[in-house]
Nanobody
Framework: QVRLVESGGGLVQPGDSLRLSCAAS????????MGWFRQAPGAERELVAV????????TYLDSVKGRFTIWRDTAKNTIDLQMTDLKPEDTAVYYC???????????WGQGTQVTVSS
């Protein structure tokens, strides 16, 4: 069992920056990777950015490439997501996720709201 605690999020204006953090606790020695997903009202949950533990390989949603950066601290079992040049279409609930194997996410955080509005 892995528990995820998210922090960050909030209300910002277009063009602003925001940072999300997520800390994992529990059976973290088996971590394959962690990442961030988001879900906007009426939409399906989508992958935003993920990073694996062995090599730090990252994958990003096309619409956030060049604006969002994910990194990890394997010693602290944390990930951060720096979001810059935020757009109204980035508005969603952002969820931290943890994976034991590639492509499968086994634990989820409670979600944090990000709202981009003028």
């Amino acid at each position: 069992q892995v528990r995820l605690v998210e922090s960050g999020g909030g209300l910002v204006q277009p063009g602003d920056s925001l940072r999300l953090s997520c800390a994992a606790s529990g059976r973290t020695s088996t971590t394959y990777g962690m990442g961030w997903f988001r879900q906007a009202p009426g939409a399906e949950r989508e992958l935003v950015a993920v990073i694996n533990w062995p090599g730090g390989h990252t994958t990003y949603l096309d619409s956030v490439k060049g604006r969002f950066t994910i990194w990890r601290d394997t010693a602290k079992n944390t990930i951060d997501l720096q979001m810059t040049d935020l757009k109204p279409e980035d508005t969603a609930v952002y969820y931290c996720a943890w994976s034991l194997t590639e492509g499968k996410y086994d634990s989820w955080g409670q979600g944090t709201q990000v709202t981009v509005s003028s």
